[in-house]
């Protein structure tokens, strides 16, 4: 019987050593210390011994059991450590390799535009005012002095939805929306989308205009140039010349549109500026009293300023963009460049 315990012994410890990984190691632990296992079958056989015996085998036994249950669970902390050991080198990572630099969104020229006007007037004190795209007609003509036959109003320059609702061709409508719902002094801007039926190189059907109106009383066509002339110099810079050119809109009176020196040339003459050295802007002039009276102001008493620049003309000058499909076209790597 002692022999039998030092041969279940010897195999027992060598497969210990030998178990390549924890569930071969297991699978020794079942074989020998299982319910049906070796040392366990030894145990079991102990009634067949004389009486006197057994107590000595029984404390053989046991210890055998106790030694390769110690033996077992330093093998498995040892193949455990070798296991993690094993996968950090596997999963260790570089730090030092250079990474992967995420791709951010980038804002669109019209819109980095469009903030640039607002901080500048907002530092002129005037706000941020808005307007639907979808107007009707009576706040895109009617109440700017342009009546029922005026050919601004042209199906051939106008998106009409129906008889009464259109999609606006100007910001102007704007100034129309805030006149009702304050009272003067009123200082505001108002950026946005139009539309008309054009589409060429330089005409899209839709494109974006910021408006701006100022109504006190004692406000002067000073104060428009004064305006217009800071607002001019802080875009393109304190060199650019602007220049005021008498023309008409049924809105305001007198009106002028404005041109500033050719930014590409500088004023010698080149494609952009169609070698006339100048670029025109933006339209603007005193708000016509037929407006007030629209709006229920007191043309005796209040006099204003109101004028609409083209943004996206603006986007292209500064960016130098020569197509202005190029602004709607959503090319990634157009737009990236900004
Ligand atoms: N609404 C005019 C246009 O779109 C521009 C303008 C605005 C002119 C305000 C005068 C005053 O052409």
Redesign the pocket.
């Known amino acids: 019987m002692k022999d039998e315990l030092e041969k279940v012994r010897s195999a027992a410890l060598e497969k210990i050593v030998r178990s390549p990984d924890i569930s071969q190691l297991t699978q020794v632990q079942v074989e020998y210390l299982g319910r049906k296992g070796a040392v366990t079958r030894l145990l079991r056989q102990m009634g067949s011994l004389p009486a006197e015996e057994r107590p000595v085998f029984g404390k053989l036994a046991n210890e055998l059991k106790d030694e390769i249950q110690k033996e077992i669970d330093s093998r498995r902390a040892e193949l455990e450590k070798d296991e993690i050991a094993q996968r950090l080198t596997a999963e260790s990572v570089d730090v030092t390799l250079p990474g992967i630099r995420p791709d951010i969104g980038h804002l669109h020229p019209i819109t980095l535009v469009f903030e640039e006007i607002r901080r500048i007037f907002e530092g002129l004190g005037f706000q941020v005012a808005t307007g639907p795209e979808v107007e009707t007609e009576y706040h895109n003509f009617e109440a700017?002095n342009m009546p029922r036959d005026h050919p601004a109003r042209d199906m051939q320059d106008t998106f009409y939805i129906n008889d009464e609702v259109l999609l606006r061709?100007?910001?102007?409508p704007v100034?129309i929306r805030v006149m009702l719902s304050q009272r003067p002094p009123v200082r505001v801007i108002a950026p946005g989308k139009?539309f008309r039926r054009d589409d060429d190189v330089t005409h899209s059907p839709m494109f974006h205009?910021v408006?701006?109106?100022a109504v006190d009383e004692n406000i002067t066509l000073g104060d428009l140039k004064g305006v217009l002339e800071a607002f001019v110099h802080r875009l393109y810079g304190p060199q650019t010349a602007l220049r005021f050119r008498p023309?008409f809109?049924p809105?305001?009176e007198p009106?002028a549109?404005v041109d500033i020196r050719c930014v590409i040339c500088g004023g010698g003459g080149c494609r952009t500026c169609s070698n006339s050295g100048w670029l025109e802007i933006?339209?603007?002039?005193m708000?016509h009293p037929k407006v007030f009276e629209a709006v229920g102001y007191d043309p005796e008493r209040y006099t204003g300023?109101?004028?609409?620049?083209?943004v996206d003309r603006l986007a292209m000058l500064k960016y130098g963009i020569e197509d202005i499909r190029m602004l709607y076209e959503n090319d990634i790597r157009f737009l990236s460049q900004f």
Not at 169 to 172: C, D, I, N, Q, R
Not at 305 to 310: H, P
């Open positions: 700017l061709t100007h910001t102007s100034q139009v205009q408006e701006g109106l023309s809109f809105f305001t009106s549109e933006l339209g603007s002039g708000v300023f109101a004028f609409g620049v083209g």
